[in-house]
């Protein structure tokens, strides 16, 4: 596996790659979640294609006050981990190499990235938009693979490869999660074992919200306040941000009403522990 720290480096590899290129976009501390995204992308590539990750800390999707500084930073262990997945090369730049320091320009979405996360992270999918653009110019993906626990960035990144007329397939792979059911995260390692014990009734409440779905109850409403009530009674170091039922595709907030859905509703819901907040969401099948 190839290892690349600079833009011109990079640019080189791409020139003399004239198979598919299959893109895992990172900011390491990588876990199992990760290994399953690039062992996607090099399922898709097969033998002939090319699989390449980046491992970049992207300082732009940072608030102030949030977790930048400590997040962490595990490149040897993530270039095992690429090495064991299958990964042909990585990019792993620093902040100079990727950033001017009088950069004017930045990438802002204006529909999708207002509610759920975008709502309590202002400015955070400006900074996912803008890198996920320039990784998306610098390696040339004919495809790339993403998480659907990041359900909301996920979406986004459609819209911009929609919208900015990206030539990039875009793949969404199921949330990988731990054998208790807690999703993957490269967070969970902030949780204390208090905080870590009661972090899997996130995903116990969504269950709980599905199974109530499959039973009949549509009502966006009464599924949200089941998920919450759920938390809070097996989860009390949980802090809630948000719990909303939206529309998949559009992201906006569904009602009980039938109509024309491009894509399945979804449950999605952030809480805090201490200082660290967990996202996860869970998809309301039409059948
Ligand atoms: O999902 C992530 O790890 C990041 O948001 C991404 C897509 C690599 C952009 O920095």
Redesign the pocket.
């Known amino acids: 596996m190839t290892v690349l720290e600079t833009v011109a480096a990079l640019r080189e590899w791409r020139r003399e790659s004239t198979a598919k290129v299959f893109f895992v976009?990172?900011?390491g501390a990588l876990h199992e979640g990760h290994a399953a995204l690039v062992r996607e992308a090099r399922r898709l590539a097969g033998m002939e294609g090319r699989v390449a990750v980046s491992i970049?800390v992207?300082p732009l999707?940072f608030g102030p006050g949030e977790d930048l500084e400590r997040y962490p930073r595990t490149l040897q262990a993530d270039l095992a981990l690429c090495t064991a997945a299958g990964a042909d090369m990585v990019f792993a730049p620093a902040v100079n190499e990727v950033y001017f320091d009088d950069r004017s320009i930045k990438i802002t979405e204006s529909s999708l990235s207002r509610v759920l996360c975008g709502a309590s992270r202002p400015g955070h999918f400006d900074g996912?938009c803008t890198?996920?653009a320039k990784l998306f110019n610098l390696v040339q993906p004919d495809e790339a693979v993403?998480g659907k626990k990041?359900y909301q960035?996920l979406a986004i990144i459609r819209r911009l490869v929609r919208d900015l007329d990206f030539p990039v397939a875009i793949h969404g792979m199921e949330t990988v999660r731990e054998a208790d059911g807690l999703a993957m995260s490269s967070r969970n390692r902030y949780l204390n074992p208090d905080e870590r014990a009661q972090a899997p009734a996130l995903r116990r409440a969504l269950l709980k919200a599905l199974a109530e779905w499959r039973d009949g109850d549509s009502e966006a409403f009464s599924l949200e306040e089941s998920v919450r009530d759920e938390i809070a009674r097996t989860a009390p170091l949980a802090r809630i941000d948000y719990v909303s039922c939206v529309d998949g595709g559009t992201l906006q907030p569904v009602d009980g009403s039938a109509g024309q859905r491009l894509a399945p509703r979804v449950i999605a819901l952030a809480a805090f522990f201490g200082k660290t907040r967990l996202i996860d969401n869970i998809e309301l099948p039409d059948d």
């Open positions: 976009p990172t900011m970049f992207n999707q996912v890198v996920v993403f990041d960035q």
